[in-house]
């Protein structure tokens, strides 16, 4: 830091506190902008390390700053967001230099507002920031203008939700909560809320809020309490006295792609006389002793908390997806269990159609945890349900479904459509899924994965069965005096890759945790691409040690001949 104090000096910014006696240098000065001199403030959270946070302290208290200066990149607080970090990064060995620029461009950007440019689109992309709320509420549903939602908060925890009313349209179920007793209703906006009152921003009174509200969208307190009439407060003479009720509102406008964007909420207090006039039916009277009404509201930000949101905001509508689709996952291992997480990430079990269905007889023991997505806490526990039943906690709104038996106790889980996965790494299963199929005369597509021997390489498989002259497992194998032998051989020396033997049933191959990461990860991408339609190679390998392992290349195998089911 010694190197940044030096320079600030030479800029006229002191210390507040020796920068030896504290964890957050903080330097103040002035700059000039035209006629104003302004008094800044860096604050270095992080030492050297990082982007000093910059503020204005006059900012809160100046309003004639505010009015001259805009809200474009400063917060209520007098933040100044001068750099995007997510396109930037800080060089700390060059602290004094990037210390430098970081002035010249928090200079330029209060230059360009006091020139009044254009700030509309720069609010309304990240309008949370402005709104200046220490409240969060996660809203678990798709909003729409003139919906009803309900205000719960969970048990053993601060974590609050906005559900909608028809409590079975949410994946937050209700009677696991506790309510504060607030309902909500979601009025539309014509256009984005980017207008600010320099005195009273961000508002703190109702007042305040109703007179920014009909600023940007005229009417829309007359909406408003059309809304509340019609959504909460009871008409006529349902109700003699207690009117008073707490009333929440989320506000949402179009983007400037016309698509509908989540703004913010509040909630406030309505006075049992205003309450009173609104259930007789005296709106006008009601809307304007709301507007008048200078009791404290309270600001919430608002999370986008629905299944679709949560789906497609890493892998957009354009991805492809598995949503919709039937898909049956054998084995729950330490392979199965990492490409279950990844399946449902992409879709599986989403949509009113989705199902993921997990097959497993094996039991959770002490040697799996050293490799397995599941931990102690599953000991003991059927693989199948436990790891159900973890997915189900990080995604409790998709369709997922345990079968704590064999393969082959639930054949009728496959369909003509479903996608089938075995992560079993076991032959006999392997085998045993295209001969069932061929029997049946199903053609679903099979993704197979597994590790080969102690971890030198994972394989994946893709038998698209709807495809002419797509290869099954069996066709990667051949009979020679009576052995199987591999058609595309991997080791070196295969004498290597013997089991560790831990008595009856419990040989097993030795290898690290990211071999099995390895494995589901080369599954899921293969999957994607055939989701995609773009598969180039159907049988891909992937080397790990390339001692005792040939780097074979990936490759798209034909039927084999001699094929038992495929000949079949």
């Known amino acids: 830091m010694e190197t940044i104090e030096r320079f600030l000096n030479t800029r006229g910014f002191a210390a507040t506190r020796a920068i030896a006696l504290t964890d957050t240098p903080c330097f103040t000065g002035r700059i000039d902008i035209e006629t104003w001199k302004l008094q800044l403030e860096l604050r270095f959270l992080e030492g050297k390390f990082n982007y000093p946070q910059a503020y204005l302290p006059e900012w809160p208290h100046n309003s004639k700053m505010r009015a001259a200066f805009g809200f474009r990149h400063i917060n209520h607080e007098g933040k100044i967001c001068f750099v995007d970090e997510s396109r930037s990064w800080w060089d700390s060995s060059m602290a004094a ?73 949410s994946w937050v179920k209700r009677e696991q909560e506790v309510s504060p007793g607030t309902s909500w209703v979601v009025l539309r906006l014509t256009r984005p809320a980017t207008i600010f009152d320099t005195e009273t921003w961000p508002p703190k009174r109702l007042d305040q809020l109703l007179s920014w509200m009909n600023e940007n969208s005229p009417c829309s307190v007359t909406n408003l309490v059309r809304l509340i009439r019609n959504s909460i407060i009871p008409k006529g003479k349902k109700r003699q006295s207690g009117y008073s009720t707490r009333v929440g509102v989320v506000l949402i406008w179009p983007n400037q792609n016309s698509i509908e964007t989540l703004g913010c909420g509040f909630s406030f207090n309505i006075p049992e006389v205003t309450a009173q006039e609104i259930g007789h039916g005296r709106l006008g009277k009601a809307e304007r002793m709301l507007k008048a009404d200078r009791n404290e509201i ?8 629905d299944p679709g949101y949560i789906q497609t905001r890493n892998t957009p509508n354009t991805e492809p997806s598995l949503r919709n689709k039937r898909v049956i996952l054998v084995g729950a291992g330490t392979i199965g269990g990492h490409l279950a997480k990844l399946l449902c990430a992409h879709g599986a079990g989403w949509g009113p159609h989705g199902k993921l ?54 054949w009728d889980l496959i369909s003509e459509n479903s996608v089938v996965i075995d992560a079993t790494g076991s032959q006999t299963v392997s085998i045993a899924i295209p001969d069932y199929l061929s029997k049946n005369n199903l053609n679903p597509v099979v993704l197979h994965s597994w590790v080969h021997a102690h971890g030198a390489a994972t394989v994946a498989f893709l038998n698209d069965r709807k495809k002419h002259g797509s290869a099954c497992f069996r066709c990667l194998w051949r009979l020679v005096n009576n052995t199987y032998e591999p058609r595309y051989i991997l080791s070196k020396n ?75």
């Open 298 to 305: 309270i600001r919430y930000s608002l999370n986008r908390a």
């Open 97 to 169: 230099e990037l210390v430098a620029g970081a002035l010249e461009r928090i200079e330029k950007l209060l230059q360009d507002n006091l020139a009044g440019i254009a700030s509309d689109d720069v609010i309304a992309r990240d309008f949370a920031g402005y709104w200046g709320s220490n409240k969060t509420l996660h809203v678990a549903g798709v909003v729409q203008n003139g919906q009803q939602f309900l205000q719960i908060k969970e048990h053993g925890s601060q974590r609050q939700w906005l559900i909608p009313n028809e409590g079975d349209k």
């Open 494 to 568: 295969s004498e290597q890759d013997s089991p560790v033997f831990g008595s009856c049933h419990h040989s097993y191959h030795a290898y690290a945790s990211t071999v099995s990461m390895i494995a589901a990860t080369q599954a899921m991408t293969l999957l994607y691409d055939y989701l995609s339609d773009k598969v180039t190679n159907t049988l891909n390998f992937h080397t790990i040690n390339s001692d005792v392992c040939q780097n074979r290349p990936s490759l798209s195998p034909k039927i084999a001949s001699e094929c038992p089911i495929c000949n079949r």
């Open 357 to 410: 269905h997990i097959v497993d007889p094996d039991f959770f023991s002490i040697e799996n945890i050293g490799r397995h997505l599941l931990g102690a806490g599953e000991l003991d526990e059927n693989k199948a349900l436990a790891l159900a039943n973890h997915l189900r906690r990080d995604f409790p709104y998709l369709n997922i479904k345990h079968h704590g038996k064999s393969l082959t106790n639930c």
